[in-house]
């Protein structure tokens, strides 16, 4: 009777093997121990020995076929006997089939939990994880009256994302303002879908409650805020402050006012005259200082700082050592004027359109102030007041003489202290001996 | 189990009887006058000078340490001195034939094996290699040192090159031969092949077969001596040192120029103590040490006893020896007996031996005895024997002046380089091949039975529909790693594969298989079951420049290896000032379903010693790239595998596992799956327990689960996880580590601590019990499962809607436990 031929099992774990040759072929004879195939798993190779007596009636596979262990592979029997039957399983694919376990893309969200408030006694422990006293801390969430439902009673995060849910939506601002004030989140808000504004928090402490008002700042009161401490936090700055008798001065500005037709030249105008005259002399202060290398400038363009209603700006009068007195007072009175309007040309107010600058609050009776350097310049002139001060008039007479307080901020980075004293000392000189065409 | 070798019942049951050769004992009996044909009379000096060099090193050593100072110079040494005052005749005639190329390798008490071999060497090299080496050894700072005021000869300097070198090592400090780094115990020099010095008693039996080994196979000349003390002979390692250097193989079945014995001499330095404990009469049963060769092979390893207290008995003796071993006879073993007169060490009374026993050995002292021979043959004078000895005190002077002066050897400045130790312990390079020649191969790799075989196979575990293909049609993790084997094969030369069952057998797990076909038996071959010598000899075989994967079939056998994992592998590259590279890739594989002695993950336990890379890749693609890696680098690494999933697939990288070479840096985890809920890191096989408890979260909780697989332990990058934990601020810990002490615990608090704020519950580790693995039924009992893994999230990290627990990790019930130590 013919026998079937099995692929054979090699240990626990190998579901099929790799069919390799058959070593007869249909027909021949096969006697009990001859080598009939090989084969071999994921770990080895092995051969078959025939075990018993007969002819080769019929093969089922060939070399590189995946058998499954067990599956008959060939038949072995009498010459002339059928071999019906024995091929059923190879009709079957040989593929085995593993079912995939695709993980479901369609991600389900982890589910809210339902939040339950709690009386907060102040002796009781909080049980809250780090990462959910973070949050509420900085969702400022009550916490403490939060029933937890971590292990143990624990607060995490998925409660305090639940009383957040709870709760109308804030707007950074009225957070911000809840945070520095301690207040905590109104009921409903006036905002777009119920959001709270900053207008709807309730404060705390009735004392303190309403006494104020939060304005947004103007885009130009951001830029300055922005270019003044900047100024202060990448300089080296200090300020040297001198005066210059201003006798001179006030006889020019008699003379001017005393002349009939003469342009309105101003206090203001003639000491940045002198001022034009001390830095062609000094050109490391006429510069812009740019970390790792200078800039000095043949040509003064001088920037005047002017206090506008929309806040300060300081227009650069380029070429200003080219101006006469003349052009030159002419020119302050456009550019201030120009900046007041908000038409000045926006290039000459950018910080490094000017070479130096002056801020001049004299008019408004300072006497001496630090004025914030413009960067990348290396300094700035305060102008200040006029005061009248005891002085050595010669021959042992005393007299009150009006002083012009100067004060010089320059950045040490570029500038020493005996140079900046020169400079401003000239500024002085400049301005003592003063003559001027007009 | 080479087919080649027919075991035939007839022949081995047949009745027969055991002949030993006879073991000569002190069969050394030429006069002086005979010996005046075989040296010149100021070889005879020089063999004097070399004895007093010893004993002046010695003297001054513990002088140092029982008076505090040595002829008016004061000091104080603090660390070691393990002398061997009297032993200086069996140091100088051991090494009186040794070359440079020639290596020897000692113990704790091997200071006048230094000074012997160092001296040797000076001898036998030519002026132009010595000033080379003198020259560029730590860019010359040592010669610069020596070199100041220097009158004299190159071999002049080169003597206080090499009495500076060591004690400036002795004394710790950073202008010593190995930067202070190793010290009394384990100084060495390698340019004059003196091999590393060992602490550990025996340590150089199995790691000398190695460099052995490496000679062999790399076809270099010069023979190798282990110097082990004759307590040492108890020792396991020794003893599989012995049995891997006698492995019939050599003789039978390595052809050409590979066939015959390993060239190495196993030195026994008898000086009769183990310390305190007397080896005849009390600790071994010997009686004589040389006995041990009958037992080890056919030869009885050419045992011999020596008379060590005659330096021209040794000499007489390692000429012979070094004959056979030239007729590639080896290996031999020689009990060269001698005594220490000094203690053990400083602090040691004598308190096991006589006044009277020391006495008699004084009374026949080695250098008195030779001095008195020399002066009757009328080969010197007492006067020049004074001179000699004058010279060598004024020398110990010179270099103990110098090198207690902490300006001109200062220790090493770790205020000024705080890392400096941190910058040694691994060597961190990337070195295609150690040696560059052509590689021994026996065909091409396209030729290769399973190369072709890999061909055939899907390089991605699914088809474009996403059906996974047969698993064995897969490429499978064994694939992976036999693809960067073979490949390093077929570019290093020197690269060396060994283990129980890596030939025939294609290792135990089949990573092997096809290998056998391509390489001849010098590069792939059955070590004996003896994990100590397979690891000893592999620390043996890189410390000479080869590169080596030595293989552990089962993780728990890490433990017969204890000290070579331990205490020698991971030290000799930091000990040496980084002279030494240590490309050893040791190759351990996790069981299970064996029961608890074949299903160990020791991993924590390595990851714990300084010194080892550790990785446990899970992917074919990962197991490749960090295959090559490992290769490609010169430090040693602990390379995981796991027997739960050779047959793996690649699940995770598109486009399958490249055929080209590529690799994957060591310390980086990688995110198998992303999600936003809770961050699941695992190390090893446990991964594929993570992703399906990452399912069931996803569908049952709604919870979606980020899997990230450390790969590598050590380095290991926290970066990742942090980023992964400021998404999730959750953390579960698992691998199949028994929990107690185990890696994850460090990990998980490291992450406490770098990402505090970011946790919203403690990391939670998730690892198998503290107890015996049971058999493969229980092992869902012992194993982490995708069970565990959620009911700890429910337990202790966030409470899963309708879940309900089925085991215990209530905090009640840690408590329990660990009051219990269970």
């Not at chain 1, 947004?216 to 990448?234: E, F, G, V």
């Not at chain 2, 080892?612 to 595998?641: H, S, W």
């Not at chain 2, 985890?669 to 890191?681: C, N, Q, Y």
Request: net charge negative; proline share 4%.
């Amino acid at each position: 009777m013919a026998n079937a031929i099995i692929m054979p099992r090699q240990g626990q774990s190998v579901e099929s093997c790799i069919f390799t040759d058959w070593y007869k072929q249909v027909g021949d004879v096969i006697a009990k121990g001859d080598m009939l195939f090989a084969y071999e798993t994921d770990k080895a190779s092995f051969e078959q020995e025939a075990e018993e007596d007969g002819v080769l009636l019929a093969v089922f596979c060939e070399a590189g076929d995946e058998i499954p262990v067990l599956q008959n592979i060939g038949v072995i029997g009498q010459e002339g006997e059928s071999v019906d039957g024995f091929n059923s399983n190879s009709a079957e694919s040989t593929e085995v089939e593993i079912q995939v376990t695709e993980v479901d893309k369609q991600v389900q969200e982890e589910p809210v939990v339902e939040i339950v408030l709690k009386e907060s006694d102040s002796d009781e422990r909080v049980k809250i994880s780090p990462r959910a006293k973070k949050m509420a801390e900085s969702e400022l969430v009550p916490y403490a009256s939060i029933v937890g439902t971590g292990p143990e009673g624990r607060v995490i995060v998925r409660d305090i994302e639940a009383y957040l849910l709870s709760k109308p939506k804030v707007t950074p601002l009225a957070k911000e303002v809840m945070k520095e004030e301690g207040l905590t989140i109104a009921e409903k808000g006036s905002g777009l879908a119920g959001a709270v504004r900053a207008t709807d928090l309730s404060a705390n402490n009735p004392v303190y409650g309403n006494d104020f008002e939060i304005k947004r700042l103007p885009n130009i009161r951001k830029l300055i805020a922005k270019a003044m401490h900047a100024s202060l936090q990448n300089s080296a700055q200090l300020t040297h402050h001198l005066g210059a008798d201003a006798r001179r001065l006030l006889e020019l500005r008699k003379q001017v006012k005393a002349t009939e037709g003469a342009p309105n030249i101003t206090i203001n105008d003639m000491v940045c005259f002198a001022l034009i005259k001390a830095l062609k002399q000094f050109p490391d202060a006429n510069a812009h200082f740019l970390g790792d290398s200078v800039k000095y400038f043949s040509k003064v363009h001088l920037g005047l700082a002017v206090d506008t209603e929309r806040g300060l700006m300081v227009p650069a009068i380029k070429n200003a050592d080219d101006l006469s007195i003349t052009g030159l007072s002419n020119q302050f009175k456009e550019v201030a004027e120009s900046c007041r309007q908000g038409n000045v040309d926006p290039e000459l107010l950018n910080s490094e359109a000017a070479s130096f600058t002056v801020s001049n609050l004299g008019n408004y009776g300072v006497e001496m102030f630090t004025p914030v350097i413009n960067l990348p310049q290396v300094a700035i002139l305060g102008v200040n007041t006029i005061v009248p001060r005891p002085a050595d008039l010669g021959g042992g007479v005393y007299g009150f003489v009006p002083y012009m307080g100067l004060s010089l901020t320059y950045d040490h980075q570029a500038l020493d202290g005996g140079m900046a004293t020169r400079f401003l000392k000239q500024i002085a000189i400049e301005i003592e001996n003063l003559t001027i065409d007009f | 189990m080479p087919k080649s070798q027919f075991i035939d019942p007839a022949k081995v049951r047949q009745s027969g009887k055991i002949e030993f050769k006879d073991i000569p004992v002190n069969q050394y009996h030429k006069s002086i006058e005979e010996e005046k044909v075989n040296f010149s009379k100021e070889q005879f000096k020089d063999i004097y000078h070399d004895m007093v060099l010893i004993r002046e090193f010695e003297t001054m050593l513990n002088e140092i340490k029982v008076k505090g100072e040595y002829q008016g110079i004061s000091y104080n040494h603090p660390g070691p001195a393990h002398l061997s005052i009297g032993q200086e005749s069996a140091a100088v005639g051991m090494a009186y034939h040794l070359d440079e190329k020639d290596f020897i390798f000692g113990s704790h008490r091997s200071h006048g094996e230094i000074l012997a071999k160092g001296m040797s060497a000076i001898h036998k090299m030519d002026d132009a290699t010595l000033t080379a080496v003198m020259q560029n050894f730590f860019d010359g700072t040592i010669l610069k040192i020596v070199s100041e005021n220097h009158q004299g000869d190159l071999k002049s300097l080169a003597r206080r090159f090499l009495i500076y070198g060591t004690l400036a090592e002795v004394f710790a400090r950073e202008t010593g031969f190995n930067k202070g780094l190793g010290g009394s115990m384990h100084a060495f020099f390698t340019p004059f092949g003196v091999y590393p010095n060992n602490a550990i008693v025996g340590g150089s039996g199995d790691i000398a077969v190695g460099a052995a080994l490496f000679k062999k196979v790399n076809q270099k000349d010069g023979i190798v001596v282990a110097n082990i003390g004759d307590a040492s002979m108890a020792c396991g390692p020794v003893w599989e040192g012995l049995s891997f250097a006698s492995m019939d193989q050599f003789e039978k079945l390595w052809e050409g120029a590979y066939k015959g014995g390993l060239p190495i001499i196993f030195n026994i330095m008898n000086n009769q103590y183990g310390m305190g404990g007397q080896t005849c009469g009390e600790t071994m049963g010997y009686d004589i040490a040389a006995r041990i060769g009958a037992g080890v092979n056919r030869d009885s390893m050419h045992a011999e006893r020596v008379d060590g207290y005659n330096p021209l008995a040794v000499i007489d003796a390692y000429s012979r020896k070094m004959e056979l071993l030239k007729d590639k006879k080896g290996p031999v073993l020689l009990d060269v007996l001698t005594y220490r007169y000094s203690g053990h060490s400083p602090s040691d009374a004598s308190s096991y031996r006589s006044k009277e026993e020391v006495e008699a050995w004084e009374d026949q002292d080695c250098i008195l005895s030779y001095a008195k021979e020399l002066t009757g043959a009328g080969i010197a004078s007492i006067d020049e024997l004074e001179a000699i000895k004058a010279d060598i005190t004024e020398l110990m002077k010179y270099s103990m002046t110098l090198a207690i002066d902490d300006e001109v050897s200062p220790c090493m400045d770790l205020v000024k380089h705080p890392e400096i130790i941190g910058d040694m312990m691994f060597s961190e390079g990337s070195v295609d091949k150690m040696e560059d020649r052509p590689v021994e191969v026996n065909h091409p790799m396209e030729e290769n039975p399973r190369v072709k075989q890999i061909a055939k196979k899907e390089r991605f575990a699914f088809d474009t529909n996403g059906k996974s293909f047969s698993k064995i049609k897969q490429y499978q993790l064994r694939d992976g790693l036999f693809e960067a084997i073979v490949d390093r094969f077929y570019k290093d030369p020197t690269l060396v594969a060994y283990g129980e069952e890596n030939r025939d057998w294609g290792g135990a797990f089949a990573v092997y298989r096809g290998l056998t076909e391509a390489l001849p038996y010098q590069r792939l071959f059955n070590s004996p079951i003896s994990e100590a010598s397979i690891i000893g000899t592999a620390i043996g075989y890189a410390m000479c420049g080869g590169r080596v994967i030595p293989e552990i079939m089962y993780c728990d056998f890490l433990g017969r290896c204890g000290d070579e994992v331990f205490n020698q592998l991971p030290k000799w590259q930091a000990m040496s000032g980084n002279v030494i590279k240590m490309p050893v890739v040791i190759r351990v594989s996790v069981g299970s379903k064996y029961g608890a002695q074949h299903s160990q993950d020791w991993s924590s336990l390595v990851a714990h010693i300084p010194g080892l890379k550790v990785c446990f890749p899970v992917t074919p693609y990962d197991a490749k790239g960090m295959m090559n890696t490992a290769l490609q680098g010169t430090d040693p690494v602990i390379f995981f595998e796991s027997q739960r999933i050779y047959d793996i697939g690649e699940q995770f990288h598109e486009g399958g596992v490249p055929e080209e070479y590529y690799e994957i840096p060591f310390g980086e985890p990688d995110v198998k799956k992303e999600g936003k809920d809770i961050t699941i890191l695992s190390i090893g096989a446990t991964m594929y327990r993570a992703l399906e408890a990452a399912q069931e979260l996803e569908e049952k909780y709604g919870m979606s689960a980020e899997v990230i697989d450390a790969r590598s332990i050590v380095p290991f990058n926290y970066e990742p996880v942090i980023e992964s934990l400021k998404k999730t601020g959750r953390i579960v810990l698992t691998s199949d580590a028994n929990e107690r002490g185990s890696f994850l615990k460090d990990m998980a608090q490291r992450i406490t601590e770098l990402a505090f704020d970011e946790l919203d519950a403690p990391p939670v580790v998730v690892g198998s019990r503290n107890w015996i693995t049971p058999a493969y039924e229980l092992e869902d009992y012992f194993f982490p499962t995708k069970e565990w893994l959620i009911d700890a999230i429910h337990e202790k990290i966030v409470p899963l809607k309708g879940h309900v627990v089925t085991n215990n990790f209530t905090n009640a019930e840690i408590i329990r436990r660990s009051k219990l130590g269970i």
